[in-house]
């Protein structure tokens, strides 16, 4: 029988929902439960493989495709449970399906509306593939009184009398502001966000509060009264040293206590936490330190990297040091002498990103790399434009470019036309092909070169990596480019499509067309990342 919990969120967004979702669940599979995380997104775009990462921070990839909220990241990071397409549902994926079925006359000339039709269909996706999961998360985006969330808002108040007493519980996010000129922690915003769930029938069994300050526990009697939640099961949320220090906060404020005991089930042995402490100590009492410079396009949004970031951080972990990051943004480098500030950095890392805009001064930055002999990471356009490079500098084709920008003479980046699925099935694309949902998506194999330095790091010779472009580096380059000292270590298994580039007389210069950060956890720290940042170790030795 699986159980379920709805996360919801008050007052103002970013809150932190995903990172209690995950915390929760976490600390549920350390008590010996399964999980399953999903997201309830009610934006009306149908995912947000189309927006900037300045709307919505980066799209994270699911194995099998989706481009989903960046929230299904942390699920998988926290929890190790593999997100699917059937864990992110957003107001436009209802509305297209519903849609769709009123035009083919599914409805039978009945009329269509949010209720019943808009909140069955949320229902349903939330009750779909249980698996025999003991808890399913649930979190709904937006915050209480939302008018994009409200029907969400009403199916999960129906699905948990469809449930029946026992099987589900709310859980609401709420903020706790202080304010410097009272000198004091404010309530009121919690009980107007909890009296707005109450107006549409949904009563909060457990709250959780975000603070920078402690709660007093006067506080906490005065949230329990008014919210009408027993004292214990007001949950204080207060920074933390590291998001992975969550779920050990949590626990000590008794979160997964009082879930348990809503649901009526055991709850006096402590779960293991021990790998989460281990964590902890690992990254705040490091042994060492380096420096990571980040040369991309939307640095002014850390959220546009947060898997990247994680995985730079699971890097620093596997070698116990602390890793700073220096956020550059690439444009900076299409201006003279401005390269300089790469000159203290111990590695460069130059990740994915979409349009022409700052590409010359990723092409600079992998220039710098290569010929300075620094530890180089080149991810997804990031390989592309290290290609780009090489092909200019070392192969003599000075007009070497993409055509994702321009045409070109040397088109040593062009459009994917054609690629053979993991299921057999050929996929094609042409310039006029929709931008959403389009592009190479999802895990794919590659086949590494026996004697690599990457099949060296993996262990293996044959990797699934999850994708994410519609432009790939042109095979038909491979051999000139391979004659003036580019390595291509990776290919498709079919050996059109190069999946990995590196430099074999280089301390570390590799280059993958996929997202490695996207499968990195703090226990398993993805293999290509703890190599990095072991050359970033080394490199800081040199200087």
Not at 88 to 114: A, C, H, M, W
Not at 224 to 234: H, Q, R
């Amino acid at each position: 029988m699986t159980r379920y919990i709805f996360i919801t969120g008050g007052v103002v967004s970013s809150l932190g929902k995903g990172l209690l979702s995950a915390s929760l669940g976490a600390l549920l599979q350390a008590r010996g439960y399964s999980v399953r995380l999903r997201k309830l997104d009610p934006y009306l775009n149908v995912d947000p493989g189309t927006m900037s990462p300045y709307q919505h921070g980066e799209v994270y990839v699911t194995d099998d495709g989706a481009e989903t909220d960046l929230d299904l990241g942390h699920y998988e990071r926290f929890t190790g449970v593999t997100s699917r397409q059937s864990d992110n549902i957003t107001s436009g994926r209802i509305y297209q399906k519903i849609i769709s079925k009123e035009r083919k006359g599914d409805y039978l000339g009945g009329t269509v509306q949010v209720i019943p039709h808009v909140t069955d269909a949320i229902k349903e996706f939330a009750l779909g593939e249980q698996d025999g999961i003991d808890f399913m998360l649930c979190e709904v985006g937006g915050t209480a009184g939302d008018i994009e969330a409200a029907p969400f808002m009403e199916a999960i108040r129906q699905l948990s009398i469809d449930l029946g007493r026992g099987r589900s519980i709310f859980c609401h996010l709420t903020l706790v502001p202080y304010l410097a000129a009272a000198g004091e922690l404010k309530t009121k915003p919690t009980q107007h966000s909890v009296r707005d769930l109450r107006s549409i029938g949904i009563q909060p069994d457990i709250l959780i509060c975000r603070s920078e300050h402690p709660i007093p526990d006067s506080e906490r009697r005065k949230m329990s009264l008014y919210c009408n939640v027993p004292e214990t099961s007001v949950i204080p949320a207060l920074d933390s040293s590291s998001i992975y220090a969550v779920p050990v906060s949590y626990h000590n404020e008794g979160l997964d206590t009082e879930v348990l005991k809503a649901f009526g089930l055991a709850h006096s042995q402590s779960p293991n936490l021990s790998r989460w402490e281990d964590i902890t100590d690992r990254i705040e009492n490091p042994e060492g330190e380096v420096t990571i410079a980040v040369v991309g396009k939307y640095t002014g949004l850390k959220d546009a990297y947060k898997s990247l970031n994680e995985a730079i951080t699971h890097g620093g972990i596997a070698n116990r040091v602390k890793v700073n990051i220096e956020w550059i943004e690439s444009e900076v480098f299409e201006q003279d002498d401005a390269i300089t500030q790469l000159d203290n950095v111990h590695a460069i890392l130059v990740p994915g990103g979409f349009g022409k805009r700052g590409t010359e001064g990723k092409i600079a930055a992998a220039r710098f790399a290569r010929e300075r002999k620094i530890p180089y990471f080149g991810i997804c356009l990031g390989m592309q434009m290290a290609t780009v490079e090489a092909a200019r500098h070392l192969a003599g084709f000075n007009d070497a470019g993409s055509t994702e920008f321009e045409e070109h003479n040397n088109p040593v980046v062009g459009l994917i036309t054609e690629w053979v699925r993991s299921d057999g099935s050929v996929e094609k694309r042409t310039e006029e092909t929709d931008l959403g949902g389009t592009m190479r998506l999802g895990a794919y194999d590659a086949v590494l070169k026996e004697g690599s330095r990457v099949a060296e790091i993996y262990g293996k010779t044959k990797i699934s990596e999850r994708h994410r472009h519609r432009y790939e580096v042109n095979v038909g380059y491979v051999k000139k480019l391979e004659e003036s000292g580019v390595l291509f270590s990776g290919m498709s298994p079919n050996g059109e499509l190069p999946e990995i580039i590196e430099i074999p007389d280089h301390p570390w210069f590799v280059g993958v067309q996929y997202h490695p950060e996207l499968k990195s956890k703090p226990f398993e720290p993805h293999p290509l990342f703890a190599s990095f940042v072991k050359a970033a170790v080394a490199q800081s030795r040199l200087v």
